[in-house]
Nanobody, 134 residues
Framework: EVQLVESGGGSVQTGGSLRLSCVVS??????????IGWFRQAPGKERKGVSC????????YYGDSVKGRFTISANNAENTVYLQMDSLEPEDTAVYYCATTHGCGPALVDDGGTYTGTDYVADWGQGTQVTVSS
């Protein structure tokens, strides 16, 4: 059984930073069974892809609104994926979820359109709240 546990959320002011962690169990990153994505859901809005990482090739993708501010990385030995979030804005306030995904590519992340990327998801974590105040 695959399980994902997020941590690292909290409350910061505009311009602050947070680093989210996602510890994955149930498969090892070296098995190349899945990729990992970060999604977020703000109150009253759909859950959408923020970033993803291909565990076999290390390719990364970011939604338009977080490019240049967020960085996704993976520690394969620890089965952990991180999301470093810098220059946070109130619009980043949301519950952040990590997920195992079937693939990682530009279609998974939010480009401002209507597609959410959640079709790629196999398993969800429980989520961690991020609140950015102005």
């Amino acid at each position: 059984e695959v399980q994902l546990v997020e941590s690292g959320g909290g409350s910061v002011q505009t311009g602050g930073s947070l680093r989210l962690s996602c510890v994955v169990s149930g498969f090892t990153f070296y098995d190349d069974d899945y990729d990992i994505g970060w999604f977020r859901q703000a109150p009253g809005k759909e859950r959408k892809g923020v970033s993803c990482i291909g565990l076999s090739d290390g390719d990364t993708y970011y939604g338009d609104s977080v490019k240049g501010r967020f960085t996704i990385s993976a520690n394969n030995a620890e089965n952990t994926v991180y999301l470093q979030m810098d220059s946070l804005e109130p619009e980043d306030t949301a519950v952040y979820y990590c997920a195992t995904t079937h693939g990682c590519g530009p279609a998974l992340v939010d480009d401002g359109g209507t597609y959410t990327g959640t079709d790629y998801v196999a398993d969800w974590g429980q989520g961690t709240q991020v609140t950015v105040s102005s």
